[in-house]
T-cell receptor
Framework: DAKTTQPTSMDCAEGRAANLPCNHSTISGNEYVYWYRQIHSQGPQYIIHGLKNNETNEMASLIITEDRKSSTLILPHATLRDTAVYYCIVSLPPLSGGGADGLTFGKGTHLIIQP | DAGVIQSPRHEVTEMGQEVTLRCKPISGHDYLFWYRQTMMRGLELLIYFNNNVPIDDSGMPEDRFSAKMPNASFSTLKIQPSEPRDSAVYFC???????????FGQGTRLTVV
């Protein structure tokens, strides 16, 4: 069973903020939320991760709801190069027991930035 | 650092042949992951290692697949015998500690005819 639910595809205008939602209603207390993206024909690229607090780095912001059942990845000023498949992943740390599974990717959201 | 290096980038082989994919992780990283990507199944985690020790191989599809990590700077994924349904892009990734970002290689595109 998938741990996360994401829309299949989204469009966003170039220069606008892209807000990508992710539902992870069955997340456990020590599972982290990760976001990766994959540009066509390349390996996945790490974007950001968090546990409870909102996080920001040079690429994006991650907003996690207080109950941790959903999160939103925000690309503040989308460019054409941000067109990619975006994956939201929840994961236990390896070696923590209970079936830690590393990073398991779902179907992701295909984000298309329109000029 | 040159990043995670995979070889070969492309491999075409005949059904029944042995195929070996290679990965050099980023120096100092203690986790190594092998993934397979197809249109039908997306990105699948096959196996991952910590400090050269296999931790979870539950994603390895069947006994035809095997992975080794003889030292911290090298890992192999072997398929013997190969079948057409093994055709996919195979990615290797490494990371330092947990949780942290995993760095992916450019992948090996395997075609079994």
């Amino acid at each position: 069973d998938a741990k996360t639910t994401q829309p299949t595809s989204m469009d966003c205008a170039e220069g606008r903020a892209a807000n990508l939602p992710c539902n992870h209603s069955t997340i456990s207390g020590n599972e982290y939320v990760y976001w990766y993206r994959q540009i066509h024909s390349q390996g996945p690229q790490y974007i950001i991760h968090g546990l409870k607090n909102n996080e920001t780095n040079e690429m994006a912001s991650l907003i996690i709801t207080e109950d941790r059942k959903s999160s939103t990845l925000i690309l503040p000023h989308a460019t054409l190069r941000d067109t990619a498949v975006y994956y939201c992943i929840v994961s236990l740390p390896p070696l923590s027991g209970g079936g830690a599974d590393g990073l398991t990717f779902g179907k992701g959201t295909h984000l298309i930035i329109q000029p | 650092d040159a990043g995670v290096i995979q070889s070969p980038r492309h491999e075409v082989t005949e059904m029944g042949q042995e195929v070996t994919l290679r990965c050099k992780p980023i120096s100092g990283h203690d986790y190594l992951f092998w993934y397979r990507q197809t249109m039908m199944r997306g990105l699948e985690l096959l196996i991952y290692f910590n400090n050269n020790v296999p931790i979870d191989d539950s994603g390895m599809p069947e006994d035809r697949f095997s992975a080794k990590m003889p030292n911290a700077s090298f890992s192999t994924l072997k398929i013997q015998p190969s079948e057409p349904r093994d055709s996919a892009v195979y990615f290797c990734a490494s990371s330092s500690g947990w949780p942290t970002e995993a760095f992916f290689g450019q992948g090996t595109r395997l075609t079994v005819v």
